[in-house]
């Protein structure tokens, strides 16, 4: 069987959820429209969260080195003793849409499940805002918790962050940001099905048309956002686009899951081997039958409580292996 002949079938109820709320918008046609769409999925995702007892929900407002306003949505433990490690998280959208409560699902689960200081950055959107902007927002929040991490009782030994689509390509950017700056450390990093080329070269498939959920059409439309007037040209920045990358070593260890319905496949491929042979521990899983954001669209499928649970073990595993130093 053709790897792209098939959807696994618990996870088309999220297919059938996501054009309810897309409402037949496109993305590279009618960004505001989708913009609205966006929101009003997550609406819907967001109605079945809770805040679990004993955890505090805030936002955190910084103002950047450029004047504008960074919010740190931040979930926590409400009473805490130590100093608590970092889970800090940027959320997807194809660089033009989303927010910062996004990543509320992961961010309640860190605080009540492990105990972390877990943040969503609220980073501008391009087509706004082109590179480097998003990408230095989520540098800035990030570097301000390292350098307030006594007034904060934050562990900055601790540090984990990750992020999904193109938040996973602003996690993975921001990774090696971090790594050449040497401001501070990471423990590890989660890049969900990360956009990370943009040269947009993966191959549909033999058998459909396009892939599902996120297509070639607008991954082209949210890279020509992002990179603006650096669009098309050969001197693309490894933290603009981390697929061009060519040294990943000195990076954390890392965990990074796609579906094999996911147009980032190849490009994901091709990443995880890259880091392996930078001598990087790589977790690298491939969902049979998983379209682009499966986790999220349809988290009650065998599948995504797979990749979730695989997420937190990654941070759990990482915590306790940094305990034990």
């Not at 769409?37 to 997550?42: G, H, L, T, W």
């Not at 910062?100 to 959107?125: I, K, N």
């Not at 040209?233 to 260890?253: E, K, M, V």
């Amino acid at each position: 069987m053709n790897r792209h002949s098939y959807i696994d079938p618990d996870l088309l109820p999220g297919l059938e959820r996501l054009a309810q709320a897309n409402g037949g918008f496109d993305v590279a046609m009618d960004l505001e429209g989708a913009r609205r769409a966006s929101e009003a999925r997550d609406d819907a995702l967001l109605t079945k969260l809770y805040i679990p007892e004993g955890v505090v929900q805030e936002t955190l407002s910084i103002t950047s080195r450029h004047g504008h306003i960074i919010d740190l949505r931040i979930c926590r433990p409400a009473d805490v003793f130590g100093p608590q490690p970092v889970f800090y998280w940027m959320h997807g959208g194809g660089y033009v849409m989303g927010s910062a409560r996004q990543g509320d699902a992961f961010t309640l689960r860190a605080a009540s499940q492990l105990g972390m200081f877990a943040v969503s950055v609220e980073y501008r959107l391009a087509p706004e805002t082109p590179y480097p902007g998003p990408l230095e927002d989520c540098y800035e929040g990030l570097t301000h918790l390292a350098e307030n991490a006594d007034a904060l009782n934050l562990d900055n030994d601790k540090i984990i962050i990750g992020g999904v689509s193109a938040g996973g390509g602003l996690c993975a950017g921001l990774g090696l940001l971090v790594r050449d700056r040497s401001a501070f450390s990471l423990l590890g990093q989660l890049l969900l099905y990360p956009m990370i080329d943009d040269r947009n070269i993966a191959a549909t498939s033999d058998t459909l048309a396009d892939t599902l959920v996120w297509t070639r059409a607008a991954n082209l439309f949210g890279w020509q956002s992002y990179l603006g007037d650096l669009f098309g040209s050969s001197d693309i920045p490894i933290y603009a686009a981390p697929a061009r990358a060519t040294a990943l070593s000195g990076l954390p260890p890392t965990y990074l899951p796609v579906g094999d319905l996911d147009l980032f496949l190849d490009e994901n491929i091709a990443y995880a081997h890259k880091l392996t042979r930078g001598g990087i521990p790589t977790n690298f899983h491939v969902f049979p039958g998983a379209y682009h954001g499966f986790n999220a669209f349809a988290p009650e499928a065998p599948a995504s409580v797979a990749c979730n649970a695989e997420i937190f073990s990654f941070i759990a595993k990482l915590l306790e292996e940094a305990d034990k130093n």
